[in-house]
């Protein structure tokens, strides 16, 4: 069974510092993966989607993807309180997403 | 991103009442969306997927008969809860992708079902 592993935290980090969000993935041959931000009692926002193993950058967020060793990961820079929420990971499937449990990130003032 | 729309956004009924979430992709096509439930503190559980002009697809565990689901356009999607009991009441979550070769979702804003 296709799998997306996430710690599910909390993540507690400093606001101003960097948050770092892993995610590992068991199917070798998948090929696109996603950042999804949900805040409580929301729906999921797509934060950042990547393809290519090496690092995507899109202001304060950063994804990396190692094909090889299977994880990505999203970095948040200069982290601000707004940024706590859960971040779900997923990594799309032969016709649908596989989605991780989540990690719960909280950023202290 | 693309919007999906999707209404209401809570509802509260009595148990053995039906209940029509409809999902709106506002500014593409949809010819495929996907419902989630989620209840509280974890994560997304796809119910089931919806092909304009098909039958959904279920997932194994979703009673297809009491979630029924019709893609009658490109554009809309609805989720009927039907016979509601209290162990229904769930965050209920349409997602479509803008394209067919995007693994890209967007999600709509999702339904909060409280069945009494």
């Known amino acids: 069974q296709k799998e997306v592993e996430q710690n599910s935290g909390p993540l507690s980090v400093p606001e101003g510092a960097i948050a770092s969000l892993n995610c590992t993935y068991s199917d070798r041959g998948s090929q696109s993966f996603f950042w999804y931000r949900q805040y409580s009692g929301k729906s999921p926002e797509l934060i950042m989607s990547?393809?290519s193993n090496g690092d995507k950058e899109d202001g304060r967020f950063t994804a990396q993807l190692n094909k090889a060793s299977q994880y990505v990961s999203l970095l948040i820079r200069d982290s601000q309180p707004s940024d706590s929420a859960t971040y779900l990971c997923?990594?799309?499937?032969?016709?649908?997403?596989?989605w991780g449990a989540g990690t719960k990130l909280i950023i202290k003032p | 991103g693309a919007v999906v729309s999707q209404h209401p956004s809570w509802v509260i009924c009595k148990s053995g009442t039906s209940v029509k979430i409809e999902c709106r992709s506002l500014?593409?096509?949809?010819?495929?969306m996907f419902w989630y439930r989620q209840f509280p503190k974890q994560s997304l559980m796809l119910m089931a997927t919806?092909?304009?002009?098909?039958?959904?697809?279920?997932e194994q565990g979703v009673e297809k008969d009491k979630f029924l689901i019709n893609h009658a356009s490109l554009t809309l999607s609805t989720l009927t809860v039907t016979s509601a009991h209290p162990e229904d009441s769930s965050f209920y979550i349409c997602s479509a992708r803008s394209g067919p070769n995007t693994g890209e979702l967007f999600f709509g804003e999702g339904s909060r079902l409280t069945v009494l």
């Open positions: 990547i393809y």
């Open positions: 919806s092909n304009e002009g098909s039958k959904a697809t279920y």
């Open positions: 500014d593409f096509q949809a010819t495929t």
């Open positions: 997923a990594v799309r499937g032969n016709y649908q997403l596989i």
